[in-house]
C-alpha cells in the first residue's frame, strides 16, 4: 500500500510492513500531545519511548521507568494522534521475567493508551516471550544492539557490531525476533554495515537509531533533535532546532518584563468598561 492510501487514516502494521524496500519509514518519538501533533502530521511511527524517563523526569537512565508512566504518557500521545502507529515502551521490569508477563504488561498499556503496538529490548533472551505474545495477538517491535534498559549490565553506552562475535550475534538476534512475529527491529548504536547487512537480511523493517542510513527506517528521540532534552546530544542526532535557547530567552523576558511591570500591558487585562473584550473572553 502506498503512503498516499493511509493519508486519512491512522497506520496499521501492514501498511509499516509494505514500506520496506519502498519509502523510509519516519519514526519519530513523543511523550505528550504537542509533540505527538507535530509528529503525526508527518511520522508512519510515534513511539511513546522510555526515554521519557531521562528526558521529562531527569532520571540517570531508563531503568526506574514503571508501566504506570508508560500508560500515562501513551494516552496523552493516542489522544493527540490520527494518523500514526502508536508504540509504546515496555519498561525495564515489566516483561523480562516471562511470557505471561510481558503478555499481562502490554495488553494493560495497549487497552490503557488505544497504542497498536509495544517495543521492547533484547535479543535471544527475549524470542520465547515475543513469540508468546505475537501469538496471542501483540504486535511487537524488538530492539537490538544498544539496549538502554540493560546499561549498568553492560558497563555503559557504546556502538555495537565492532567484533566478529558481536556482528553475529545481532545477525541472529534480528533473525530470531523476526522468526518469533515482530514486526520491525529497532537498532540502535550498531555498526553500519552491519546494519545495513541485517536490513538487507531482513523481511521485516528494521529501524535505524545511530547505525545506517541503510536501514528501512529512522528514528531519533524528539527532545533531542529540536533541542529540548537538556543535555548534550549524541553524534546520531542532528540538531533540527535549538528549543532549549529559545525557551530560556523567553522565559529570560517574562521575568525583566514581570520586574519591570512591562507585562502585562494594557492588552492582556480585561477591563469592565471594555465591553468587546469582555464578549471575546466569552467565546
Ligand atoms: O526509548 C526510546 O526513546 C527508544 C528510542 C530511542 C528507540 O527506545
Redesign the pocket.
Known sequence: MSHQGTKDRRKTIRDILALKGQTPIVCL?AYSAPMARAADEVCDIV?V???LGMVLYGMDS?VPVTLDMMMHHGRAVSRATEKALIVV?LPFGAYQESGAQAFRSAAYLMKETGAQAV?LEGGLEMTETVAFMTARGIPVMG?IGLQ?QSVHAAGGYKVVGRSEEERSRIMTEALALQTAGAFAI?M?CVDPDLADHVTQKLHIPTIG?GASAGCDGQ?L?SEDMTGLSGTRAPKFVKPYAALDQQVRDAVTQYAEEVRSRVFPAEEHVYRSSDAQKKIKILK
Open positions: 518519538t513511539l519511548g522510555d526515554s531508563t515502551d517495543k530492539h538502554p529497532v540502535e537509531i528514528i528521540v
